[in-house]
């Protein structure tokens, strides 16, 4: 786990700031003369995350229909910016005490620096974000991982050191690929069911609970968090109950206390062994550091336990974080393994 106190990164729109009605009024407005198809509340929302300019691709004819789509936005977002826009309760106080415990805080938005920025001052968060990631910082934006590095490298961080708040499926798929934890808030316009697709490794009903949560992974409480991006990574078979999440890439660039696992897991691309397996001499040749012999075990015997820990506590969430447990413990201790007993009866 961190020496160090866990970098933060915050999401801007629906996560520190409620922008909702003057995102959804600006759009309406962009499309108020138009022919044809326009696209509804809700599915304008489903963009919410990722920049404009993709935003509006899907719905132009072409780049200069892009450009007058977005002007007529602007005119209207800009216009009424201040008036539509305020932050979540408690939102002040809790990166107050975040500061104050000396966690790094950035910003990773789709929006342009300048107009997060803009944001930012209007609610009063300005002078407590010196780090802003906007869709004008770097080539690929959400939900690449792009913008989620480029933070952590100004913040000095690694992946493994931090956490991304944020309320659309964009943060959550930007963070689990770039191997930090995600935290989806539900105090923004989505809900624990609209964001559950994207598996974050943990939910926040409120922002007040940020800190709480925070002191929990610290001291090691992360059950299923970090550990589930290398899980679902190594998981590729199509009835496991995990799905690939994140590039390999990014999941060996964690470097602090998940090394360990990261070695075991280093061979991730290469393809299941066909055919059957020693299962006990693939333990000892594990427990001696073998890598291929560890992931040909976890892809072995992860839906037998998945299915033993639901039957167990009839709740999927929980038994994927009790599945992903019982690995990480079994790599953990593999080396007390004697062959007294079969390895999965270990």
């Known amino acids: 786990m961190p020496n160090r106190p866990f970098a933060v990164l915050f999401d801007l729109d629906g996560t520190l700031i409620d922008s909702i009605e003057l995102i959804l009024n600006s759009a309406k407005h962009a499309f108020r003369d138009r022919v044809g198809y326009v696209p509804s509340d809700a599915e304008w929302l489903t963009g919410v995350g990722i920049p404009l300019a993709t935003m509006f691709q899907r719905y132009a004819r072409d780049d200069a229909d892009v450009d007058g ?3 007529k936005y602007r005119e209207y977002q800009l216009a009424n910016h201040d008036g539509l826009v305020r932050r979540y309760e408690t939102v002040l106080e809790t990166v107050d005490a975040l500061r104050a415990a000396n966690h790094p805080v950035a910003i990773v938005t789709s929006k342009t620096t300048w107009l997060a920025q803009r944001g930012l001052d209007h609610v009063g968060l300005g002078p407590h974000f010196s780090v802003i990631v ?3 910082s770097c080539e690929r934006h959400k939900p690449d991982p792009q913008p989620v590095l480029l933070a952590l490298e100004r913040l000095g961080y690694e992946p493994g050191e931090a956490v991304f708040v944020g309320d659309s499926v964009h943060d959550m798929a930007a963070g689990n690929a770039a191997g930090v934890i995600t935290i989806g808030a539900l105090w923004g316009p989505f809900t624990r069911e609209d964001l559950a ?6 939910y926040l009903e409120r922002m007040s609970d940020l800190p709480g949560l925070l002191a ?3 001291t090691g409480g992360n059950k299923g968090s970090r550990w589930s991006l290398m899980l679902w990574a190594l998981s590729s078979e199509p009835t496991s109950p995990f799905q690939p999440s994140c590039p390999v890439g990014y999941l060996l660039r964690c ?3 998940d090394r360990r696992f ?3 897991v280093a061979t991730l691309e290469a393809t299941t062994p066909s055919g059957s397996h020693r299962f ?7 427990a001696s550091g073998d890598r291929q012999a560890f992931e040909r075990l976890y892809r072995t015997h992860l839906n037998r336990v998945f299915s033993l820990c639901a039957r167990m506590v009839a709740d999927r969430t929980h038994a994927e974080e009790l599945t992903q447990d019982v690995f990480v413990r079994a790599w953990e201790k593999l080396h ?3 062959g007294d007993s079969s390895f999965a009866t270990w």
């Open 216 to 218: 929990q992974l610290q």
């Open 69 to 71: 789509l977005i002007a």
């Open 262 to 264: 990261m070695a075991a």
């Open 197 to 202: 697709p994207s598996q974050p490794s943990h």
């Open 255 to 257: 470097k602090d206390g």
């Open 134 to 136: 906007g869709c004008d």
């Open 336 to 338: 007390l393994f004697r």
């Open 280 to 286: 006990d001499a693939d333990a000892a040749l594990a």
